[in-house]
């Protein structure tokens, strides 16, 4: 009897590890989720900053030179 009990407690033990794992796994998952978006918003933002700075130049008719 006590093989089948140490078996069945493994298991479970087993399975609350797994779930733990795939806890963290979700939080990093969320945290990834958000660092991406910082990101992209800040891309677009000096995206915007560059297309006004070309729009000026070109409106002056300036060169880079």
């Known amino acids: 009897m006590f093989w089948p009990m140490l078996a ?3 298991g479970f ?7 733990l794992l795939g806890i963290r796994v979700f939080i990093e998952a969320q945290r990834l989720g958000r660092q991406v978006t910082h ?4 891309i677009n933002r000096a995206a915007e900053d560059l297309e006004r700075a070309a729009t000026d130049l070109a409106r002056t008719g300036e060169s880079l030179r």
């Open 39 to 42: 990101t992209t918003q800040r």
């Open 13 to 19: 033990l087993g399975i609350a590890v797994l779930g």
């Open 8 to 10: 069945i407690a493994l």
